[in-house]
């Protein structure tokens, strides 16, 4: 099993900057792709940005240009570099960690951007 711990939402005004972090523990060996998820009310969770083991990147075009994704694989930690946002951004961020095909999700984290 994967836990998986998320931090760093709030409150922040548009044109804010936010880091989000996720921290994996528990049986870690074999994570391939992380990844950060949202979802706002009354909406689909959605893909925002992930990243492979080796280091190669996707990201939604709403994000693309303002949100950078970045991995440890040492320290088993995902973290989410968020820039300009907006009041669309608002939403809670989950992480999302695949390993040999089962997927772990950590409980997420709430971002509220407005002024």
């Known amino acids: 099993q994967v836990q998986l711990v998320e931090s760093g939402g709030g409150l922040v005004q548009p044109g804010g900057s936010l880091r989000l972090s996720c921290a994996a523990s528990?049986?870690?060996?074999?994570?391939?792709?992380m990844a950060w998820y949202r979802q706002a009310p009354g909406k689909q969770r959605e893909l925002v940005a992930a990243?492979?083991?080796?280091?190669?990147?996707n990201y939604a075009d709403s994000v693309k240009g303002r949100f950078t994704i970045s991995r440890d694989n040492a320290l088993n930690l995902v973290r989410l570099q968020m820039n300009s946002l907006k009041p669309e951004d608002t939403a809670v961020y989950h992480c999302?960690?695949?390993?040999?095909?089962?997927?772990?999700w950590g409980q997420g984290t709430q971002v509220t951007v407005s002024s």
């Open positions: 990243i492979s083991s080796g280091g190669i990147t």
């Open positions: 528990g049986r870690t060996f074999g994570i391939d792709v």
């Open positions: 999302k960690a695949t390993q040999w095909g089962d997927a772990y």
